[in-house]
Structures are given as structure tokens and as C-alpha cells.
């Protein structure tokens, strides 16, 4: 074990903690760290990883593999001093294979074009994992919107919106935007009410966007979508004979420990999911610190802390790491990077220490990173496909928005009645009554949110089959296999619709 001193430095130990296990630093330059791709190109190094596996035409990847078309925009917002900011905004359409396009919206201070192309490119290929019929699109406006008001952020929404409906990158057949970091169901409605009021004859107009809040058109069980399908693929995962033989771990969720970089919609629900089913998650992460506790951490008194000091440090009970980055290092059985892309890179990989990475994040790995990982025997569940239950959700709401019906409204009844008429009968032939509250849960007919809940499962287990079973007869990592079914999939598009001008 190192000193004392020594894991102080790094930042891991704070009032006497020293994790068991943990490694010397690798000796890696910084200049080093700083030469990794940048993420667009980490994505491309992951695709023609992919593609070798297939037999396709160089011609006909690059045409996959190239963003179709980008949009950079600014506009002026008047800040609180009366003075006038110049705000940027983008939004990239990787594939117009299948349309709608579909991707987030961030706001963010580190938003830039190479960005939402990267997030555009992986939206595509995320989306035929989980056959989505959409294409790629990723947006964001370069801020932090921290710094803006309530007032202010409604207004750079709106401005961004209507550049967006001018150029013809909004609508619910052309381009359907979601919530990302720094965005959430407020501006989903915001961008709603923006396209609606310049598209006031289009009866589907509330299918532009999703995330909305339901009093808006949005749908029960997007909120936490994301974080759900995670907590679905990791458990399926965690049933496959051949990941439980490599990790030594044994089946099922419950007494795994696991660490969580990000706290935010994505990562608080997936904790919140592993918790409920047993798991122990004994660090939590967040850009300004992170707290352990070996015993497992109270999620939701967590999550309440935070709220109410904008921090983790502290959290009774809970041993502080100063440098959060540092908790990806902790040994546990599950390791979920819920944050940004990157996280994993050549400077740190040498450290991590858990047996399963699953990619709750857009791109948290680099190429050198993840083959290092995996030559080590570690499991990666991809992100394209571990994180895809935000938009398989978003597909079910933007599908609700044209369908003009609530999820379960029709048949609800139907269903309890018909559960009734057949309870009753087998009461009368075994001569036994069953309890109101037996009979209630038995009877009960499926609400939306057990609709969507339902759908998300079967969606990711699926997914999740299709991408083992590639591995398997391919002899891959999952990441090339989520991939090489999503190229196929893309192809055959591509080869009974035609291109035309081609």
C-alpha cells in the first residue's frame, strides 16, 4: 500500500482514508494527456474499428461516417449590466438515413461545433442500436447557464429556437431536439411554445422536441429514462455467463459496490436504481468533489445534501476526496462515468480498478484508454448502447405527441376488467377470496409510465442480446459489436431506399 503522504497528494485521503489497492501513477506525461483525440476523432477511431469487421466499401462507411450538415449561428442576448452578449448556438444532422433526426441540446461554456458533431455522429448509431427510427442531430449554445437568469435563459432559448425554425432545423419530420446537460424540461417547453407559435397550422407541432414537461405534451418515465436504462443493461450484463466468468463476479445487482462519477439527471437516478435493488454505491462523484463511504452511501439524503449546499463535502458519515477525478481510481465491482466525455484517458487509465465500466456518458473513454482496459480483461458496456434509454423514451413521447393519446387511455379499463372477470372465476373454483389489496395489484391495468417502463426494458434487454451475441461470433469488444450491428442496420437502409443524385 502506498503512504499516507503519497495517496494525500493525489487526492484521494481526506481525514484517514486510504483505499485498499490502489496503484502507483503510471509515469505519463501531460503533454500526453493533451495530444488524446479530441472527441470527434476518438469517435471516428471507434468506427473504422468497427467497420473492419465488415465487408463494406470504403465509399459507403466515410458516407456513414461523415457528418451530413452543421449549423453555427450567434445572436445577441442583453445581460443584466444593459450591456450585450453575442451567444453562439449549433446544431449538427449526422444522418439523414432515417427522419427524423434526434439528439439533445446542451448549454454549456464548452460547447463547440467538433462537439455536437462528435454527439451527432454517436446519436445516429445509438439510435440503430436500439432501432429507433431516427437519425443523428446533437445542439448546444455556448454558455453557462449558471450565470443567466431565469428571464435570460427563456430568452437565449427562444432566440435559438427561432433560428432554428428559420433554417429548417426543427420540426417534428425533420429534426426533434431533448434535453441534455445544462437543459432540462423547462426549456424543452420553451422550445416548444417557440416552434408552435410559428407553425400554428401544424397539428403535430408538439412532437418538435421532447422532455417535456407532461402539462406540455411530454410522457411519465422520461425524467429518469436514461439513468433506468442503465441500471437495464448493466443488469443484463451482470446474467451473461461469459462477463460474470471474466469479472469473477457473480449474477444479479444486489451486494455489487459500484462508483458514480456525476450526479446530475443521469447519474442520480441510476444510483438511485442500483440502490433500490441492493447494490452498494460507495462514492459518488461530482465536478467540485466527492464522498465515500464503504458501507454504501444514502442516496437520497445525498442527493438532499447536495441540494442544499452545492457540494458532497461533507455528507455526514462519508469520507471526502478533494480531487474527484481521483474516485474513478477507487477498486469496486461496477464503475458508472456519468459525467463528460474523456474522463478515462491515457493519464489515468493505469488506475482504474473496476470490473465493469459501464458508459452512462457520451463518450467518457478514449480509444488508447479502452483498448488498454480491455487488453487488462476488463468488461466496457458502451455507451451507445448502455445510455440509449433517454431517447428510446424520447421516441416514445414524440410518438405519443403525433398520436394526440395518452399511453394507456384506451385500453386501461378494458384491461382491468377483463383481469377481474378471470380473478373472479379462479376465486370461485379454488373457494378462496383474496385480500382488496391482492386483488388490486393482481386487477390493476397498465398505466403510461408502466407502458414506457415496460417498452424501456424490453428495448434494452434486446439491445443488449443482439450486441453479445456480435461479440460472441465476432470475437470483439461490445463497443465494436453495438457498432458493426448499427453500420448493418444503416446499410440496409441505405441499400432498399437508394440515394438519390448518387
Known amino acids: 500500500m502506498q503512504s499516507l503522504a503519497r495517496l494525500s497528494r493525489t487526492g484521494l485521503v481526506q481525514k484517514g482514508f486510504v483505499p485498499q489497492a490502489i496503484r502507483n501513477y503510471s509515469s505519463v506525461s501531460q503533454a500526453e494527456i493533451d495530444n488524446e483525440p479530441r472527441f470527434l476523432e476518438c469517435f471516428k477511431t471507434f468506427f473504422d474499428k468497427a467497420a473492419g469487421l465488415t465487408n463494406l466499401k470504403p465509399g459507403v462507411l466515410n458516407n456513414m461516417k461523415e457528418c451530413n450538415v452543421a449549423l453555427r449561428v450567434e445572436f445577441p442576448i442583453k445581460n443584466e449590466h444593459g450591456d450585450v452578449d453575442i451567444i453562439a448556438g449549433y446544431r449538427a444532422q449526422h444522418s439523414h438515413h432515417r427522419l427524423p433526426c434526434k439528439g439533445g441540446i446542451r448549454f454549456s461554456e464548452e460547447v463547440d461545433l467538433q462537439e455536437v458533431m462528435a454527439l451527432a455522429s454517436l446519436m445516429t448509431y445509438k439510435c440503430a442500436v436500439v432501432d429507433v427510427p431516427f437519425g443523428g442531430a446533437k445542439g448546444g449554445v455556448r454558455i453557462d447557464p449558471k450565470k443567466y437568469t431565469v428571464a435570460q435563459r427563456e430568452k437565449i432559448t427562444r432566440a435559438y429556437t427561432l433560428l432554428l425554425c428559420q433554417k429548417n432545423f426543427i420540426g417534428p419530420g425533420v429534426d426533434v431536439p431533448a434535453p441534455d446537460m445544462g437543459t432540462g424540461e423547462q426549456e424543452m417547453a420553451w422550445i416548444r411554445d417557440t416552434y408552435q407559435a410559428f ?81 452498494k454505491v460507495i462514492a459518488v462523484a461530482e465536478h467540485n468533489g466527492a464522498v465515500y463511504n464503504a458501507d454504501g452511501l444514502n442516496i437520497d439524503a445525498l442527493n438532499k445534501y447536495k441540494l442544499q449546499h452545492g457540494t458532497f463535502i461533507d455528507f455526514p458519515g462519508a469520507t471526502n476526496i478533494v480531487d474527484s477525478v481521483k474516485a474513478l481510481e477507487i477498486p469496486c465491482d461496477i464503475l458508472i462515468p456519468a459525467a463528460l466525455e474523456k474522463q478515462i484517458h491515457i493519464g489515468n487509465v493505469a488506475d482504474i480498478q473496476a470490473k465493469l465500466i459501464g458508459e452512462a456518458a457520451n463518450g467518457p473513454m478514449t480509444p488508447r484508454a479502452d483498448q488498454i482496459l480491455l487488453d487488462r480483461g476488463h468488461v466496457i458496456i458502451p455507451d451507445l448502447l448502455l445510455n440509449a434509454g433517454g431517447v428510446t423514451v424520447s421516441y416514445f413521447e414524440w410518438l405519443k405527441n403525433l398520436s394526440h393519446v395518452r399511453f394507456g387511455r384506451l385500453n386501461k379499463k378494458w384491461e382491468e376488467s377483463s383481469k377481474k372477470l378471470l380473478l373472479e372465476f379462479v376465486e370461485s373454483t379454488v373457494n378462496k377470496k383474496l385480500s382488496e389489496a391482492e386483488r388490486s395489484l393482481i386487477i390493476h391495468g397498465a398505466d403510461e409510465i408502466d407502458i414506457v417502463r415496460s417498452g ?44 438519390v443524385f448518387s
Not at 448499427?486 to 441499400?495: G, P, T
Open 456 to 499: 424501456l426494458e424490453d428495448t434494452m434487454q434486446n439491445a443488449c442480446a443482439e450486441t453479445r451475441k456480435t461479440a460472441n461470433e465476432k470475437n470483439t469488444d461490445y463497443r465494436s459489436a453495438a457498432l458493426y450491428n448499427a453500420i448493418m442496420k444503416i446499410k440496409a437502409v441505405y441499400e432498399s431506399s437508394g440515394n
Open 199 to 279: 407553425n400554428t397550422n401544424d397539428v403535430d407541432s408538439m412532437a418538435c422536441v421532447t422532455g417535456k414537461p407532461i402539462s406540455s405534451g411530454g410522457i411519465r418515465g422520461r425524467t429518469e429514462a436514461t439513468g433506468l436504462g442503465v441500471f437495464y443493461g448493466i443488469r443484463e450484463f451482470l446474467s451473461y455467463e461469459e462477463v460474470l466468468k471474466k469479472t469473477g463476479l457473480t449474477p444479479g445487482i444486489k451486494g455489487k459496490s459500484i462508483v458514480i462519477q456525476g450526479f446530475g439527471n443521469v447519474g442520480y437516478f441510476a444510483a438511485k436504481f442500483f440502490e433500490q435493488a441492493g447494490a
